[in-house]
């Protein structure tokens, strides 16, 4: 069975990093591009950015440019949304995606509160 | 970027009505556009892809349009468990951009 399948919650304190996974399993994954997107509490889909885990090849959209890092691990078929530094902003559920939105996965909320 | 206008941003209906909602993009973007429907809770789940094809084992229903510029998502006849919200991806041009969502309520 194809399936992305996301980390868990986390509750984080401003200034934290944190880094949340999405791994694919099913299917050929270095074939795939992987992409990001943020839901803030009671809003819509945001398209922060995607990556082609074969070659690590990565897209940003400017919003998200330099706020977060989106890396994968081939080897692993894992894909990575990453903060150096969280802001309560950042408060969200998160969802990784195959590009060809067939396939998603359950969500990460990742909470920052102080 | 490319912004995509989804209209209406809510709308009320009963079981049985036929529904359309649209996107109209920014500059063309040919038929390179899906649409998604996410319930409260839950991931979003791919509709329609490159504009008009129906993903396999959604509801006939559903049927999508258009290209370049303007697309609709028509519900021809609303079931209960059509009330959600919908969305439109275009993935012509990054970065690529969500519709800012329709929520289809009951009337």
């Known amino acids: 069975e194809m399936q992305l399948v996301q980390s868990g919650a986390e509750v984080k304190k401003p200034g934290e990093s944190l880094r949340i996974s999405c791994k694919a399993s099913?299917?050929?994954?270095?074939?795939?591009?992987i992409a990001w997107v943020r839901q803030m509490p009671g809003k819509g889909l945001e398209w922060m950015g995607m990556?082609?885990?074969?070659?690590?090849?990565?897209r940003y959209s400017p919003s998200f440019q330099g706020q977060v890092i989106i890396s994968a691990d081939k080897s692993s078929n894992t894909a990575y949304l990453q903060w150096n530094s969280l802001r309560a902003s950042d408060t969200a559920i998160y969802y990784c995606?195959?590009?060809?939105?067939?396939?998603w996965g359950q969500g990460a909320l990742v909470t920052v509160s102080s | 970027d490319i912004q995509m206008t989804q209209s209406p941003s809510s709308l009320s209906a009963s079981v049985g009505d036929r529904v359309t909602i649209t996107c109209r993009a920014s500059?063309?973007?040919?038929?390179?556009l899906g649409w998604y429907q996410q319930k409260p809770g839950k991931a979003p789940k791919r509709l329609i892809s490159?504009?008009?094809s129906l993903q396999s084992g959604v509801p006939s229903r559903f049927s999508g349009s258009g290209s370049g510029t303007e697309f609709s998502l028509t519900i021809s006849s609303l079931q209960p468990e059509d009330f959600a919200t919908y969305y439109c991806?275009?993935?012509?041009?990054?970065?690529?951009?969500f519709g800012q969502g329709t929520k289809v309520e009951v009337k």
């Open positions: 995606m195959r590009h060809t939105g067939d396939l």
């Open positions: 099913g299917y050929t994954s270095t074939t795939y591009w």
């Open positions: 990556i082609y885990p074969g070659d690590s090849d990565t």
């Open positions: 500059q063309g973007i040919r038929t390179d």
């Open positions: 490159a504009a008009y």
């Open positions: 991806l275009q993935h012509n041009t990054y970065p690529w951009t």
